[in-house]
């Protein structure tokens, strides 16, 4: 069974490893609501307890699939939900952290989840039209009212971390942090760690580079998030592939898969880390979660360290649009 990790210092517990479902209904090729059912149910039986969704992933569908397979159950999963965007017809079309729409937002994802509270909110997506401070205080206001328990943020920068922590402590950031993406280790976890708030990294392996089935950006479907990404668009996905080597490399030496090499080496760098690798596949599931036994030596996580800087990786991680979205 997985053992438990604290995220933040306001009491928040979880799953050293959590279950990413956004891709049971969006971004990543056409959904299979009975094997993303199954998945969830699986996750609990290995002794996952952390799951992650968000209103934007459909939007607003994967809310109610989570519903769908805890209930019953609630009281085995901690939930993670987001909110910040802006949709009209049921598209994308900016962000809106306004107080009064953190309240409306909230009470819509308690009904898709089927709960009557949520126990890790975060604000999705900075508005840079509202003060940080105006939105923590309307999420403060959950917590009182005990409909939210513990506050987070995803993709700020280090002005907005400290200035909604003085606010109302926050317990935990979700960002994308990786082997491959390790934009955070400079400023943003040093911060983290003085303000003792936790990291939820999504994308833990690459978007796939990690675990060697990144394809092509053209061999993915249309409508598929990978299509648009520049990491795999021509000579940045020849490099980047050469990149990941190393990862294989040591998972045929030691017997793992690269995917829990990955998954390994986050687990290694801090216990106030949790990944949350998605799949809505049981195969895939299992396989993460075995990335909890696997152990890692100094000498190998020097060397997954020395090979995968920065420089090694080709291409920004988000396309323009995305990119504007992102805090610093």
């Not at 699986?42 to 209103?55: P, S």
Request: proline share 5%; hydrophobic share 35%.
């Amino acid at each position: 069974m997985l053992k438990t990790r604290k995220l933040g210092r306001q009491g928040l517990e979880v799953s050293e490893l959590g279950l990413g479902c956004m891709g049971m209904s969006w971004a990543y090729g056409a959904p299979d609501e009975a094997e993303s059912l199954a998945t969830i149910e699986r996750a609990l039986e290995l002794g996952v307890t952390f799951f992650d969704t968000a209103e934007a992933y459909g939007p607003f569908t994967n809310e109610e699939l989570l519903g769908r397979a805890l209930k019953g159950r609630r009281d085995r999963a901690i939930i993670a939900t987001k909110f910040g965007f802006r949709f009209e017809a049921g598209k994308l079309v900016g962000t809106d952290s306004r107080p009064e729409h953190v309240k409306q937002v909230a009470e819509a994802s308690l009904r898709r989840l089927g709960t009557d509270h949520i126990d890790l909110c975060y604000q999705h997506r900075l508005d840079r039209t509202v003060p940080i401070e105006d939105t923590v205080g309307a999420m403060a206001e959950l917590v009182r009212q005990g409909k939210v328990r513990y506050l987070g943020l995803s993709e700020v920068g280090e002005d907005t971390i400290r200035r909604a922590h003085r606010a109302h402590p926050i317990s935990a950031l979700q960002s994308e942090y990786s082997l491959w993406e390790r934009n955070l280790e400079p400023r943003i976890l040093p911060l983290l760690r003085e303000l003792g708030i936790g990291l939820v990294p999504f994308s833990p392996l690459g978007r796939g580079f990690l675990t060697g089935t990144a394809k092509r950006a053209d061999e993915y479907a249309e409508g598929d998030y990978r299509r648009g990404d520049p990491r795999f668009q021509e000579e940045n996905f020849d490099r980047n592939l050469r990149a990941a080597e190393t990862v294989r490399e040591m998972a045929a030496r030691t017997g793992a898969t690269p995917g829990q090499i990955a998954l390994a080496w986050l687990l290694h760098k801090g216990d106030d880390i949790v990944p949350i690798p998605g799949t809505k596949r049981r195969q895939y599931l299992e396989e993460n979660v075995g990335a909890a036994n696997v152990q890692l030596s100094a000498a190998e996580m020097q060397q997954l360290d020395a090979t995968l800087r920065p420089e090694a990786v080709a291409g920004p991680r988000y396309n323009e649009h995305y990119q504007a979205f992102i805090d610093r």
